[in-house]
């Protein structure tokens, strides 16, 4: 069954705004993952949170861990056309299951000029 | 550069006809591999995981003699979908992790159109 559920499911931004996409999940989890694909495309990773952590930041991208909340959220600042893409998130629940991640349904994001 | 090269990209065959699907692990030896299955606009499922030198092991619901893996090297695992139905139709990616708390690296995808 699907673990994470993102919200909202698809975001239309023009570039320079702000696009932020949360991620609610089940269970307890080991670590939170966000990736992007590109239609078409396999997954690039993007982002990696452990549940110990609460915040990272990777350039433009800055991830929040509420493991008591269970949720994420994934915020991309001042975006570009080149941000178009769908986004998920991805959960793995144990250390003995690092490579069986349970993805939600993502979130589409279209950026335009 | 790529860590995981995935071929072919896109196929298309008969029903009743077998693919196989290639996945290699180009920057690390990958004694496990995880093989997703993605429906139109929809997530990514895991099918099965692929261990080098034994079974692979296959997720609640995936037919083990419909979709053959086999992970003889530490950088080749194929995936082959035997005799193919419309309903096997997907988006099917391989992946692989350097191990826990490190993220997977995805090939490209292979679009498998059964027609």
């Known amino acids: 069954s699907q673990q994470g559920e993102e919200d909202p499911q698809a975001l239309s931004i023009q570039e320079g705004e702000n696009a932020t996409m949360n991620c609610s999940y089940k269970?307890?989890?080991?670590?939170l993952q966000w990736y992007r694909q590109n239609s078409g495309r396999g997954l690039v990773h993007l982002i990696l949170?452990?549940?110990?952590?609460r915040e990272k930041h990777s350039g433009r991208l800055r991830v929040t861990l509420d493991t008591s909340k269970k949720s994420s959220s994934l915020l991309i600042t001042a975006s570009r056309a080149a941000d178009t893409a769908s986004y998920f998130c991805?959960?793995?629940?144990?250390?003995?299951?690092?490579?069986?991640?349970?993805f939600g349904a993502g979130t589409q994001v279209v950026v335009t000029p | 550069g790529a860590v995981v090269s995935q071929h072919p990209s896109r196929v298309i065959c008969k029903s009743g006809t077998s693919v196989k699907i290639e996945c290699r692990s180009l920057?690390?030896?990958?004694?496990?591999m995880f093989w997703y299955r993605q429906f139109p606009k929809k997530s990514l499922m895991l099918m099965a995981t692929?261990?080098?030198?034994?079974?692979?092991?296959?997720e609640q619901g995936v037919e083990k003699d419909k979709f053959l893996i086999n992970h003889a090297s530490l950088t080749l695992s194929t995936l082959t979908v035997t005799s193919a139905h419309p309903e096997d139709s997907s988006f099917y990616i391989c992946?692989?992790?350097?191990?826990?708390?490190?993220?997977?690296?995805f090939g490209n995808g292979t679009r498998l159109t059964v027609t």
């Open positions: 269970t307890s989890i080991n670590n």
């Open positions: 920057d690390f030896q990958a004694t496990t």
């Open positions: 692929s261990n080098e030198g034994s079974k692979a092991t296959y």
């Open positions: 991805a959960t793995a629940q144990t250390t003995d299951s690092w490579g069986k991640l349970q």
């Open positions: 992946s692989v992790s350097k191990g826990p708390n490190s993220p997977l690296h």
């Open positions: 949170i452990r549940s110990n952590e």
